[in-house]
């Protein structure tokens, strides 16, 4: 099954927005969708794009990056070959309180990666009836810009507005908190 997301590269952003990035901020946008939440982040990471990438594909740090993921395993490898790139087979639970309830839920990935360039997530089965999140890192001034896609459908019936107020409010705290960890190793 192919998922499209919305492609981040070749970011335009005002002389407003780069400031913001340069001071830490995180970038927001969403995107409608049918069913669920498409919410786009973007963020500056002062690391060349290269140790970027190592420390995002080292997948069990994940449960550092994204305080509600509680467990993050690789599963499978398969390595890259000549006519097809690096994939993982990951999974991952996360536990959730969100008002009046919390939840859990499980997801298994297929992770594609394009070296340096960009990491796919495509859902293959769990606790949603759609998922998929691109991660891509371009060069950016010394450092890296990092932009994470997400589109999730949970499982349980959720308006789509508080699954993406949920996301808009969360996404931004997370990837600050993954910059930090990142930055600290």
């Known amino acids: 099954m192919t998922v499209s997301m919305p492609s981040p590269t070749a970011l335009r952003v005002t002389q407003q927005e780069e400031r913001s990035l340069m001071n830490g901020d995180v970038l927001i946008t969403t995107t409608t969708v049918e069913s669920g939440a498409a919410v786009t982040a973007t963020m500056y990471v002062p690391m060349e794009r ?14 550092h990056y994204f305080p509600d993921i509680v467990q993050s395993q690789v599963l499978d490898v398969k390595r890259r070959t000549k006519t097809h790139p690096a994939t993982r087979r990951l999974y991952q639970v996360a536990r959730k309180a969100f008002m009046m309830f919390s939840a859990q839920v499980e997801i298994y990935l297929q992770v594609i ?10 859902f293959e089965q769990g606790t949603f009836s759609d998922f998929a999140a691109d991660l891509t890192l371009e060069d950016y001034g010394q450092g890296t810009l990092l932009t994470y896609s997400v589109k999730a459908t ?28 990142m930055c600290a190793a």
């Open 50 to 63: 290269q140790q970027t990438w190592q420390q995002l594909t080292d997948y069990s740090k994940w449960v």
């Open 113 to 122: 990666e394009t070296l340096h360039q960009k990491i796919q997530f495509r």
């Open 154 to 181: 949970p499982l349980i019936p959720v308006p789509r507005f508080l699954i993406e107020q949920a996301i808009r409010h969360d996404l931004p705290g997370n990837m600050k908190t993954m910059r930090n960890v």
